[in-house]
Structure formats: C-alpha cells, structure tokens
C-alpha cells in the first residue's frame, strides 16, 4: 500500500456492519511447492524501480500456468489466459517494495539516505541493511547515538533526515571503493518466518504477499482445468509505493475491461491503533473489501455474491476520494475500467515483520478465483444500460 494516497485518505472510516457468515470453510489452497515459491520470492530484494529479478522469479513460478507473458519497459510483468480474447480481465498487485537509496556520502564515510517509497525512519536505527552496488551487495548498519550519551529530556527521534549508515569505511574513498555512490538502492535482509504455524512474517509482504496470491490463483485455474470465457491478465505492477506508476503504465497498455486489485490495509487491532481514524480491521477474519468511488458496485456485488456463495467472511472499508492503491490507477485509467479491490489485512505495515494471517492469504486466493469464475465474456458492469 502506497503512502502518498493513504497519508491524503485520512477520513477512511469502517463502515460498522461487518458481515460475518458461518466460520470460513475455504479449502486450503497453499501447497508445500507454493510456500517454498512464496519463501524465495519474499527474500529476494525487489526495491521500487529495480524490480526486475523478482519480477524473474515470479514470472518461472507462473509460466506452467499461463499461455504467453508481456514484459513492460519499466518491468511490469503479466502473465496472459487466452491471449486472443477480447474482452480482457485483470488481477493484480504490485511486486515493489520500500526500500532507501544512498543520497550523501560524508568525507569521514558515513552514509545518509533518502526514501525510496515510504520507508519507516522510526524502526531504522539498529538494523542491518544491504547496499545494491555493481560491485555485489555491501552490508551496513543503521548507528544510532548509545543510550547513556543521550539526555532523556530531549531525545533526538529518528528521522529520515538524521538517520546514517555505517558500512565499516572511515573515508569517503572507502566507501566509493566497495563500490557505494550516490543513487545506490538498499533494503533489510530480514527473512521470511512462520509465528505460530499460520502467521507469516516478513519484510515487504506489502505487496509481494499480493504478487504470490494472483500466481495461485492462476496455479488454481490451471489445475482445476478451469477454462474461462475471457482473457485473464494476471498483472505483477512495479513502482506502487512511490505512487501507483507502474499501475499507471499498464493499464494504459491493456486497456482490459476489468480489474479486481489486490494489496494490503491494516489490521488495527494491535495497539496504539486508532479505530476511529482508520477503521476496524482484524487479519484472521477474512478478505477486507472497499467500497469507494474507485470502486464499480457492480463489480463489487459480484466479488460479494462469491465471498457468500463459497462461504468466505470478508470485512469491509470504505475508502474516501483514495484507495491508496493500484485500484486507483486501474478505475481512473483507459477511459475507466471496471475496478474492484480486495485487500489481505497486514500488521506493521513498512516494518520488516509485516505480519499477515494465512486463512486470510488463502481467503483472498480463494475469493478472486471464485470471483472470476462468475464473471462472463463481455459481461456489462454498467449502472445504465
Ligand atoms: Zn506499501
């Protein structure tokens, strides 16, 4: 989820009814093949704007199950169901996540940065980074002043202004010789965990978690023989977090007639979460569905009449002038494209432990699939006919 739409989206306020239908039933759907798939895709780095090797691996993952793939010139990745259809369907997610960039080296070797999408400035002191460079990664550290030099009554607070790198290198030409400039990309190593058998955990499941649940779906089509009567594009965006661009692009490209878009929003059930700002969102009770201009009801009804018929609970937010994701791009983009989103509740949001539910990973799997199964060939969302 991008920061730049939801900061503006500040009256986003859950609506109270929240439909619960009876325990969710949804078969499990993640195979052993697709967590390891998942696993290698969430540890590789893929910071916004230097896609392109995650984008490799997910695209390996996809083509036994789709016919053909297209490859935008800023990386974008989508893999095709009947290429040759007219009537063309979209799901999607972006495959971006936050990272930092190298923006000043200092004569005695300590590196400052600047964000690359919206990187937490908060939880950067004390981590273990890895610097991008020709030369192969270069690991360094956040420093931070010790505890016992700082004066209680006014403590500095990390800000991504103040926060520095420390790579090992007392010179400026230190750092240039393990092959540091300025432009230079960096990301957190941390890995993918499992808490509890059914919570992941991970750096940038925001949106990566999103990229692994379109694949399923395309894997759960395939194997189930599933033949639909319209071309499936599934669509792997790059460059979400710094504002929807790579959404932006595509949709100019496909000019599909349908999108349902998925991505993270927040659990707030955890604490110093206000509910009355951001409404009541808890991971582990199911898809959580907007309603918002963005939105096409029609559209959205459809996704509802799945959830139900397939005894799938689902949540649901209502979005102000902004999803604060690549639905925006899809709705407001083509001319106007028929554009849905279904959101995977995620604890800690731009943290390296974003947290997520499995029997949500796998709800969300199984709702865009259900939902895709219902849509027809030329199917006419129009509220006028
Ligand atoms: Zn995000």
């Known amino acids: 989820m991008c920061l730049l739409h939801s900061e503006i989206n500040s009256d986003k ?3 109270t009814d929240k ?14 093949n697709s967590m390891k798939f998942l696993e290698k895709y969430l540890n590789n780095p893929s910071p916004t704007g230097f896609e392109s090797v995650g984008q490799k691996i997910w695209l390996e993952y996809m083509k036994p199950y789709i016919d053909d793939y297209i490859v935008d010139t800023y990386g974008t990745a989508v893999g095709i169901i009947n290429p040759d ?6 799901i999607e997610a972006h495959a971006d996540e936050i990272s930092w960039f190298v923006h000043y080296i200092t004569d005695d070797g300590m590196i400052y940065v600047k964000r690359n999408g919206g990187s937490d400035h908060q939880i950067a002191p004390s981590k273990r980074v890895i610097i991008h460079t020709d030369k192969g990664p270069v690991t360094a550290v956040f420093g931070w002043p010790a505890i016992h030099v700082r004066k209680s009554e006014k403590e500095h ?38 808490l509890n058998n059914d919570h992941f955990v991970g750096r940038a499941l925001d949106n990566r978690i999103g990229g692994f ?28 977090e710094i504002g929807l661009r790579g959404a932006e692009m595509i949709v100019e490209r496909l000019r599909p007639n349908v999108a349902i878009v998925t991505d993270v929003c927040h659990d707030t059930t955890t604490p110093m979460m206000n509910k009355l700002e ?31 018929d397939n005894k799938i609970d689902f949540q649901r937010m209502a979005a102000s002038r902004y999803t604060g994701t690549d639905t925006d791009a899809f709705a407001f ?14 604890r800690y949001m731009h943290t390296t432990v974003e947290m997520v539910h499995r029997n949500d990973v796998e709800s969300v799997i199984q709702l865009i699939y259900q939902s895709l199964l219902k849509i027809e060939n030329n199917h006419d969302f129009r509220y006028i006919k």
């Not at 694949?215 to 965006?237: Q, W």
């Open 13 to 15: 306020m859950a609506k």
């Open 157 to 194: 607070t990390p800000k991504s202004t103040n926060i520095w790198l420390d790579c090992g290198a007392r010179s400026k030409k230190e750092v240039e010789e393990m092959g540091v400039h300025v432009g230079c990309v960096i990301t957190y190593p941390d890995e993918f965990i499992i």
């Open 19 to 32: 439909t619960k239908s009876a325990k969710a039933t949804a078969p499990k759907v993640l195979t052993d």
């Open 333 to 346: 983009g083509a001319g106007g494209v028929a554009s849905a989103l279904i959101s995977l509740p995620l």
């Open 278 to 308: 951001q409404g009541d969102f808890k991971s582990g009770d199911g898809p959580v569905l907007s309603y918002a201009p963005a939105v096409q009801n029609n559209l959205l009804k459809l996704i509802i009449g799945a959830a139900k």
């Open 85 to 90: 259809a007219e009537f063309k369907v979209v």
């Open 213 to 240: 649940m379109i694949a399923e779906v395309a894997r759960m089509l395939k194997e189930n023989k599933k033949k639909l009567p319209f071309g499936l594009y599934i669509v792997n965006s790059v460059q979400e």
